[in-house]
């Protein structure tokens, strides 16, 4: 089992910056990609940026320019989000595309909550 756990959200205000950031723990995994997703109320849960083993990125395109997707290791995702706006208000999930043994499955966080007041 692979567990990731998400820390960082919060209350900001229009145009602030915060950093996401999420935790992969277990045994005998290697993880082949990570990203962050996030869910607004009433809303699909939709990617927001994410990047692979070898460091390539991709952003959803309401975010390039200000948010930035990094990884720190093996096991840890970073999201610096900037320039912040009242509708990258969500529920931020942290995933991770995981390979353990001949198995490939996505693992989830349990969210944070990001919320930007205008």
């Known amino acids: 089992q692979v567990q990731l756990v998400e820390s960082g959200g919060g209350l900001v205000q229009a145009g602030e910056s915060l950093r996401l950031s999420c935790a992969a723990s277990?045994?005998?995994?290697?993880?082949?990609?990570m990203g962050w997703y996030r869910q607004a109320p009433g809303k699909q849960r939709n990617l927001v940026a994410r990047?692979?083993?070898?460091?390539?990125t991709d952003y959803v395109d309401s975010v390039k320019g200000r948010f930035t997707i990094s990884r720190q290791g093996k096991n840890t995702l970073y999201l610096q989000m900037n320039s912040l706006k009242p509708e990258d208000t969500a529920v931020y999930y942290c995933?991770?595309?995981?390979?353990?043994?001949?198995?490939?499955?996505?693992?989830w966080g349990q969210g944070t909550q990001v919320t930007v007041s205008s």
């Open positions: 990047i692979t083993s070898d460091g390539s």
């Open positions: 995933v991770a595309d995981v390979l353990r043994g001949s198995l490939r499955n996505d693992y």
């Open positions: 277990g045994n005998d995994y290697i993880i082949k990609r």
